[in-house]
């Protein structure tokens, strides 16, 4: 069974947290599309008002790009 939703339905879920996957926070320091992906997800979470997880953070480059960009909590 497939499962599609839009974006739209974001605003209705009973969530406090979103969680940016570590396919693509472990590739941001050499994939420029992982960088926007994560970037673009932060905002849409915090326009939200919803605390923003990455999961996957493993060095210190990484590390440093999510605290520029404003994630919330960093789990390893």
């Known amino acids: 069974m497939q499962r599609n939703s839009s974006l739209g339905r974001l605003r209705e879920l009973p969530i406090h ?9 472990q590739r941001i320091a050499v994939d420029h599309r992982d960088r926007a992906v994560v970037r673009s997800a932060v905002q849409l979470g915090h326009a939200l008002d919803l ?4 999961e996957g953070v493993e060095d210190e480059h990484t590390l440093s ?9 960093l789990q390893g």
């Open 51 to 54: 605390m923003v997880v990455a």
């Open 65 to 73: 790009h999510l605290r520029r960009e404003g994630c919330d909590l």
């Open 17 to 25: 947290e979103m969680k940016i996957d570590r396919s693509f926070v």
